[in-house]
């Protein structure tokens, strides 16, 4: 039988996802055409999104050796950096053509 929910890692997965919506944000209000530094942005979500999984996969090793149950935000929080790290992907790509 399960017994309570796995609860400690989530301030980190909410500080990951935080992150990865603030660079997100600030590639949409500051992106400019000739900025040779806005390929760090999507660079850091995809470091982000690397440091969630690993997080994700170790906080299931942590799970099962004390017959825990996990929790679905930690899910949630790699999807949204995920998605983040797309979007940061593509929208330099979508504003350069507009920008032209």
Known sequence: MLEESFTILKPIYYLLSATALFNFIYLIIFFKKNNKYSIYIPLNTLLILIISCVLFYLEGHIIDALVMSGNS????????????????????LLKKETLK
């Open 73 to 92: 935000l930690a899910f949630y929080s790699i999807f949204i950096t995920f998605l983040c790290f797309l979007l940061c992907l593509i929208v330099p």
